[in-house]
């Protein structure tokens, strides 16, 4: 497993908690922040994949 993929699957983690801590606390700021680094997340452990594949 490539360091970019390590660290795209923490992103990841990290986002969806920052996505459950807006939903209990009621902050849409914190919801959709969360969503965009899930997606930055996944978008770091794709790269990290295509690496190891090359």
């Given at each position: 497993m490539s360091k970019d993929e390590v660290k795209g699957k923490l992103k990841k983690e990290e986002g969806k908690i920052r996505v459950d801590a807006g939903k209990v606390t009621g902050n849409t700021g914190q919801i959709i922040k969360g969503?965009?680094?899930?997606?930055?997340?996944?978008?770091?452990?794709?790269?990290?994949?295509?690496?190891r594949k090359l």
């Open positions: 969503e965009a680094e899930k997606v930055k997340g996944k978008i770091q452990e794709d790269v990290g994949k295509a690496k």
